[in-house]
């Protein structure tokens, strides 16, 4: 069965500080994964995505994601956070078509 | 704009109504996805289409829930005899055929049931 834990609900940085959000993900076989972000109000957009080609994933907006097998992780990245990047942050396996989300990073970004 | 379109955007309704809710994918994507999100949730995954055909459902989708995509373009999600419980952000999303596609959501649906 494939799953997806995000390890933490809220994380809060200033900006111009980097940013990690972690994520943790359970598959029977390599699977594709997805970092999601929502803006209050509007719809889900894709940051970025690992298919298995390169396990360092680079993504819209300076973000960027490295699959790592053996600690079956995920985490995303970006080294300067901007007050535009306060959002909120889903981790997502593909299983057949079928995503699986996990339960979401709200970040938010301090002046 | 050439997203994926949802209507109607909001939905207040008593407890025991019917609602329909239709969604419009991107034009040439033949996959189309149903989700539901709860508050504090992540979107849990409904049931998809292939051009007309539902090839899955999941086990959240009850017997007063269906959903359609008559000629393979635009889906409709339909509750019977809605319950509070039913209240949620429903969710559509598109994608085309091939490996690895990602999937692109619309703005969806937020549903209230009273």
């Known amino acids: 069965a494939q799953s997806v834990t995000q390890l933490d609900s809220h994380v809060s940085v200033s900006e111009g500080t980097p940013v990690l959000l972690r994520c943790n993900y359970s598959?029977?076989?390599?699977?594709?994964l997805f970092w999601y972000v929502q803006h209050p109000n509007k719809g889900l957009q894709l940051l970025l995505k690992?298919?298995?080609?390169?396990?360092l994933v680079k993504g819209i907006n300076g973000f960027e994601a490295e699959f790592k097998k053996s600690e079956t992780s995920f985490h995303l990245t970006k080294p300067s956070a901007h007050m535009s990047d306060a959002a909120e942050y889903f981790c997502v396996v593909d299983n057949f078509n079928k995503f699986y989300f996990g339960s979401g990073t709200k970040l938010n970004v301090k002046p | 704009d050439t997203g994926v379109s949802q209507n109607p955007r909001h939905k207040i309704t008593k407890r025991g109504q019917n609602v329909t809710f239709r969604c419009d994918p991107i034009?040439?994507?033949?996959?189309l996805y149903w989700y539901r999100q709860t508050l504090g949730q992540g979107p849990e995954f409904l049931t998809y289409?292939?051009?007309?055909?539902?090839?899955?459902k999941s086990r959240l989708l009850s017997d007063r829930f269906s959903a359609e995509r008559p000629k393979g373009s635009f889906s409709t999600l339909e509750i019977q005899r809605t319950e509070q419980g039913d209240s949620a952000m429903y969710l559509c999303a598109s994608s085309s055929t091939g490996g690895f596609s990602e999937q692109y959501f619309g703005p969806g649906t937020r549903l209230t049931v009273t």
């Open positions: 034009s040439e994507h033949n996959r």
């Open positions: 598959s029977s076989y390599s699977p594709s």
């Open positions: 289409f292939q051009n007309e055909a539902q090839l899955e």
């Open positions: 690992y298919t298995s080609a390169a396990t």
